[in-house]
């Protein structure tokens, strides 16, 4: 199984600073996701990141996708409130087609 | 509109008393898959299901059971619970397993076994 890293596990931040949460492996991975999960629900997803090198940006969220495709990185800039949750990322869990890895989470918490 | 819905949403049982948890999807996904969710451990995937029929084991399998005899169901039995398979329980499903398409989880159930 392909293991997957998040660090930080708890970030505590004020309204208004920036964050960057980092997904790491020692495997290559042909693709990667984030997701955000709020208290009650499920995941849910925010993007999947495919190329070596890609950044995609939602709104205030920059995703990075390494160079060698082991690690992806999530960066918030100015968080608000909203952003509060437990973000997770998510790849392909090794040789075999279906199965999928996730990262412990890192759990966000911004605070007005 | 499209939905994952599991039942029950919360169950406290006891040891060795059999249950299942269903899950059914209404938009025609081929994948579907559980995980359970504990505190520092992120998700971990129990089974997983390419298409009817075709199930196969994910990370953490011993203890559950699952069946694919249609294509919107995906049960979860746990035929023998043990107070280690307390957790908070996700079903999934996408329209096929390849990397990149969206997975779209249900809110998930809640299982106490005492």
């Known amino acids: 199984t392909q293991l997957l890293e998040q660090s930080p596990q708890f970030l505590s931040i004020q309204e208004g600073e920036n964050l960057t949460v980092y997904c790491n492996s020692s495997?290559?991975?042909?693709?990667l996701q984030w997701y955000r999960q709020e208290p009650g629900e499920g995941p849910v997803l925010l993007v999947t990141?495919?190329?070596?090198?890609e950044v995609k940006k939602l709104k205030r969220l920059t995703f990075q996708f390494g160079d060698a495709r082991k690690d992806s990185s999530l960066h918030i800039t100015a968080a608000q409130p909203g952003d509060t949750g437990l973000y997770l990322c998510?790849?392909?869990?090794?040789?075999?087609?279906?199965?999928?890895?996730f990262g412990q989470g890192t759990i966000l918490t911004v605070h007005p | 509109e499209a939905q994952v819905t599991q039942n029950p949403r919360y169950l406290i049982t006891v040891t060795g008393k059999k249950l299942t948890v269903t899950c059914s999807q209404n938009?025609?996904?081929?994948?579907m898959s559980w995980y359970r969710q504990d505190p520092g451990l992120g998700l971990r995937q129990i089974y997983y299901?390419?298409?009817?029929?075709?199930?196969d084991k994910g990370d953490v399998p011993e203890g559950y059971k699952v069946s694919r005899k249609e294509k919107r169901n995906f049960p979860l039995i746990l035929e023998s619970p043990s107070p280690n398979q307390t957790s908070l329980y996700f079903c999934?499903?996408?329209?096929?397993?390849?990397?990149?398409?969206?997975?779209?989880f249900g809110e998930g159930s809640w299982l106490t076994v005492v």
């Open positions: 999934a499903s996408s329209r096929t397993a390849s990397s990149g398409n969206t997975i779209y």
């Open positions: 495997s290559v991975f042909s693709s």
């Open positions: 990141v495919v190329t070596g090198g």
């Open positions: 998510a790849g392909p869990g090794g040789t075999s087609y279906g199965k999928l890895t």
């Open positions: 938009m025609n996904h081929e994948y």
């Open positions: 299901s390419m298409n009817v029929e075709v199930t």
